[in-house]
């Protein structure tokens, strides 16, 4: 399942970035959700009460992940997993999941996303994603918060009723299987995964195996749901798009996107391990690439992951904005890479 040549055979500093998820891999360790699973909670009802029980909890939770070795998993009546999960429905019904905070019961209608039910466009063991995690088994969800006018994958994005309907216990055997098969990790992604927290989560529960959770997202997360993700996600694959609010305003249709999607950054990194993919979009380099990769240098630090995309294509809408219709220069990608190795990310992909 798991060879540790990989591990041997990556450069710089990577194997070390992603050491919990290589152990996580090889079952050295219980995943994130695992341990969650495994953590007692007082069972109540009301949103208040849940959400203190869950602070205090998640306070506990770090030294316990760090500390809690396979023969120490409980299997309590009711878990800091199951917290999350209760939690997370509440939201559904007063959804605020993202920060769009649409405030509507999508149990009964859609919001911004315009997500009803979970839909999922794709599942595969996908070969094509950053090298340490491949193969990878990719859950690719219908629909999105986001409304990008250069969306690569906008024939899902865009259309949030297109793909199957999965009840979480086939789709957790489906998980458990693709593990069997060889799968690194199971790797939530869409579209976009987060209107679908309260079915992931509820999937992951009826899950057998161990295997690394990474949550692959364009962090337009809410507070409360990024620190549900906290003791579930083992690894954050994150879209960092924009430099500025103006660009991501005109380009996705999102307000405020700096402040929320910098704060999500902040704690999914000190909850798990991350790869931040930068894709590099034209004319957007002074503007966009270079204000978000030293924002990352100066907040993250240097050490981290950082995969600069060059696989931009001016699909969808983008024929219909000038200044990204064409496709980024040979310049414009090396003007990133050597931005980020003058700062002195060594991690670079």
């Not at 998993?73 to 605020?96: G, R």
């Not at 992931?200 to 959770?213: F, G, H, L, Y």
């Not at 692959?216 to 430099?243: H, P, R």
């Amino acid at each position: 399942m798991f060879s540790r040549d990989i591990v041997g055979g990556l450069s710089g500093n990577l194997g070390m970035a992603l050491q919990d998820y290589f152990k996580i891999a090889s079952n050295e360790k219980p995943s994130r959700m695992r341990v969650s699973k495994s953590l007692p909670a007082e069972y109540c009802m009301e949103l208040d009460t849940l959400w203190s029980e869950h602070e205090k909890l998640r306070a506990e939770y770090h030294s316990k992940y760090i500390e809690t070795s396979w023969n120490e998993l409980l299997k309590p009546e009711f878990s800091y997993l199951d917290l999350k999960i209760m939690i997370a429905y509440k939201i559904l019904e007063n959804c605020f999941l993202c920060e769009k905070n649409c405030k509507i019961d999508r149990r009964f209608e859609t919001g911004f996303c315009r997500v009803s039910k979970p839909a999922i466009a794709s599942e595969f063991l996908h070969m094509a994603e950053e090298k340490p995690l491949v193969p990878s088994h990719t859950i690719f969800f219908s629909g999105c918060n986001f409304q990008c006018v250069y969306c690569q994958n906008w024939d899902i994005s865009q259309q949030p009723d297109q793909g199957m309907v999965i009840e979480p216990m086939k789709l957790a055997n489906i998980i458990d299987l693709r593990r069997r098969q060889g799968s690194m990790n199971v790797n939530f992604v869409g579209g976009e995964p987060t209107p679908n927290i309260p079915y992931i989560m509820r999937v992951m529960k009826n899950s057998m195996e161990n295997i690394p959770v990474v949550w692959n997202s364009n962090l337009y997360l809410s507070e409360n749901a990024i620190k549900l993700l906290d003791g579930f996600a083992d690894v954050y694959i994150t879209d960092f798009k924009y430099g500025n609010n103006r660009c991501a305003e005109d380009l996705s249709g999102i307000s405020n996107y700096s402040e929320v999607v910098r704060r999500n950054h902040r704690i999914a990194y000190e909850s798990g391990e991350m790869i931040i993919r930068h894709l590099v979009i034209p004319n957007h380099v002074e503007c966009c690439s270079k204000p978000l990769i030293k924002w990352i240098s100066d907040n993250l630090g240097s050490e981290v992951i950082l995969n600069i995309m060059s696989q931009y294509r001016p699909l969808y809408k983008a024929p219909e904005h000038p200044e990204i219709s064409e496709l980024p220069t040979m310049d414009e990608i090396q003007e990133v890479i050597s931005y980020a190795e003058a700062l002195g990310f060594v991690n670079i992909i």
